[in-house]
């Protein structure tokens, strides 16, 4: 059970974050518990709702955003988002099983994906303190100046959800995915 008060539906949410949490319902057809939550803080959530918007409309293609997001979910051990976004990764960015497999291995089974989730997993891992020979590799593997700033903030958006839903103990409102291992 969550650590925290997750408002039931979208009137017992505050009246600032009623509108946010439409347009989440309208966009995705549910409001996951994740957004009821942060919805708590008006404040918090128009800020991730706008760093993912902003995210979304960047050059990563969308399945390099969730393989992203399942391997940092496994380095940091959060078995909230690991479900929502092995269900994502799996009904929105067509990803199959044996590439969540390798995505939550911190790889994938693509290589040019590859260099990027090893690169978004170093970055996890080592808390942004990555070699010169990691930036040169996932540049190598054709990701440009920018591409590589939006892998950083992929992780760091992904580690905030990540951790809000640890500090909450967020209820799994996805499919349960169980982590490989205690983070």
């Given at each position: 059970m969550s650590r925290i008060a997750i408002p039931a539906d979208i009137a017992s949410a505050p009246a600032a974050s009623q509108p946010l949490l439409q347009a989440v319902n309208q966009q995705i057809g549910s409001v996951p518990n994740l957004f009821r939550l942060v919805s708590l803080s008006p404040a918090a959530l128009e800020g991730y709702l706008?760093?993912?918007?902003?995210?979304?409309?960047?050059?990563?293609?969308?399945?390099?955003?969730?393989?992203?997001?399942?391997?940092?979910?496994?380095?940091?051990?959060?078995?909230?988002?690991?479900s929502a976004h092995a269900?994502?990764?799996?009904?929105?960015?067509?990803?199959?099983?044996?590439?969540?497999?390798?995505?939550?291995?911190?790889?994938?089974?693509?290589?040019?994906?590859?260099?990027?989730?090893?690169?978004?997993?170093?970055?996890?891992?080592?808390?942004?303190?990555?070699?010169?020979?990691d930036v040169d590799a996932v540049k190598a593997a054709g990701y440009s100046d920018a591409q590589l700033i939006e892998i950083v903030q992929h992780v760091a958006l992904n580690t905030w959800t990540n951790y809000i839903n640890e500090v909450a103990k967020t209820d799994i409102d996805f499919p349960v995915v169980t982590l490989r291992q205690a983070a």
């Open positions: 706008g760093m993912s918007g902003a995210l979304g409309k960047g050059s990563l293609p969308a399945a390099t955003r969730e393989r992203i997001a399942l391997a940092v979910a496994e380095v940091n051990g959060c078995a909230y988002c690991l269900f994502l990764g799996k009904n929105l960015a067509k990803l199959d099983d044996a590439e969540i497999a390798a995505n939550r291995a911190g790889s994938s089974n693509d290589p040019k994906a590859a260099a990027a989730v090893q690169f978004a997993t170093k970055v996890t891992q080592q808390r942004g303190k990555v070699s010169a020979g």
